[in-house]
């Protein structure tokens, strides 16, 4: 599949921190803690945020190949939830990272009140420049991570803290089509509201990791399953009164709900989750 890709310059982490502190505070609970996809079965499955981004955790965390005494990345953790229930139902460890503070103070909680402090540590590092030793890690997982990041940065990066054979699981959204001059018009607001610097296609994403020195085990096309999380997220603050051109944030930026409907609208965009396996040599 030949869909392109849409590529700006480099956002810094302090825009990406307070873009999500923003989008946190104007769609609430909607979005449920994860700040991830929710996984469904179709559009008449009605089950709760929660329980369908738990379902997602679920999803990429059976991936990992990983049980008891292994250490796992969580890269781009947000909230920490996802980290506590891999560490609380297969006994890893997890180092959790992120450059939002408020997200990481949050999951520090939610570690401590699950009583998983021991076993979840959270720390704030940028995932292009890991301080990590090489090969420190059996497993990593990113859920829509990398269109805040270069690509090529982003997998040379995991695969060097990754030990021979370890796996990276990624969950993210891509572009099904080439990226038109029309199609680029109506995604990339949804885009610059979440400073993000990319939008790459699998193949892109399976060549940059291949340049680093993983090969692709798996893809799964999940688009149908995540296509409605983003028409919910509209849901919650429309309900409550919110206009769709109202901004958030001390910027006074506009971000505009309607920019969650038009990417949920867009039928050129899709989900997917990919495992990659860190090669011996």
């Known amino acids: 599949m030949d869909a392109g890709n849409v590529r700006t310059g480099p956002s810094p982490s302090s825009e990406i921190e307070s873009t999500y502190n923003e989008l946190v505070a104007l769609v609430g609970e909607t979005a449920g ?7 469904r079965a179709g559009p008449h499955d009605d089950a709760s945020t929660r329980e369908a981004t738990e379902r997602m955790t679920d999803f990429v965390v059976a991936r990992l190949g990983v049980g ?17 229930r891999l560490a609380r139902t297969l006994g890893a460890r997890v180092v959790a990272i992120d450059v939002d503070r408020e997200a990481l103070r949050d999951g ?21 420049d890991l301080p990590f030793t090489d090969a420190s890690f059996d497993a990593a ?7 805040h990041l270069d690509v090529t940065a982003f997998y040379r990066s995991i695969a060097r803290v990754l ?5 990276l699981v990624v969950e993210t959204p891509y572009p099904r089509v080439p990226m038109t001059k029309e199609v680029r018009g109506r995604i990339a607001p949804y885009l610059a509201t979440l400073n993000a ?9 399976l060549s940059a990791a291949r340049r680093a020195g993983m090969v692709a085990t798996e893809l799964v096309d ?8 983003f028409s919910r997220l509209t849901r919650g603050p429309r309900e409550r009164g919110t206009r769709p051109d ?6 006074g930026t506009a971000r505009p709900l309607g920019t969650f409907a038009a990417w949920a609208d867009a039928a050129e965009v899709g989900g997917v989750v990919m495992t990659f396996t860190r090669m011996e040599h």
């Open 141 to 147: 997982l990113a859920f829509e991570v990398t269109p």
């Open 222 to 229: 999940i688009t149908e399953n995540v296509r409605d999380s």
């Open 163 to 167: 030990r021979p054979g370890g796996r």
């Open 68 to 84: 008891r005494g292994s250490r796992v990345l969580d890269v781009g953790c947000g909230d920490g939830r996802p980290a506590v």
């Open 246 to 251: 109202a901004g958030c944030g001390a910027s």
């Open 197 to 205: 610097v990319s939008f790459d296609a699998p193949e892109d994403h």
């Open 108 to 128: 520090a909680e939610h570690a401590e009140a699950q009583g998983m402090e021991e076993m979840v540590r959270f720390r704030r590092a940028d995932a292009l």
């Open 33 to 39: 803690p994860d700040r991830h996809h929710g996984f």
